[in-house]
């Protein structure tokens, strides 16, 4: 599965790289099938608090998985979209 993560008028640090790296390795065992996972990084709306926002796209099962979140940090809207993912992937290998 090939991984691209896209920041919006950001660098990424090495530190969210390595995590976004970390939680995405194990997709490749849960979603064999899947041909890409696209992580979109955005801050909103630089002047509040919950303002980065995490998207989550999966290509090449069939049908396409999303998830998106916002929250204080990039970590833990990366990590909420994942667990939203989780979910719809528990749907997807049911049916």
Do not use: W
């Not at 950001?10 to 099938?33: M, N, V």
Request: proline share 1%; net charge negative; aromatic share 4%.
């Amino acid at each position: 599965m090939k991984l691209n993560t896209q920041a919006v008028n950001f660098d990424i640090a090495d530190r969210l790289s390595a995590h976004i790296e970390k939680k995405t390795r194990r997709y490749e065992k849960l979603l064999p099938e899947a041909a890409e996972m696209e992580i979109r990084l955005t801050v909103i709306k630089r002047e509040t608090n919950l303002n980065k926002e995490a998207t989550i796209r999966v290509r090449g099962i069939g049908n396409e998985l999303f998830a998106e979140k916002v929250c204080d940090t990039f970590e833990q809207a990366v990590d909420e979209a994942l667990d939203a993912l989780d979910r719809q992937i528990e749907k997807h290998n049911a049916k």
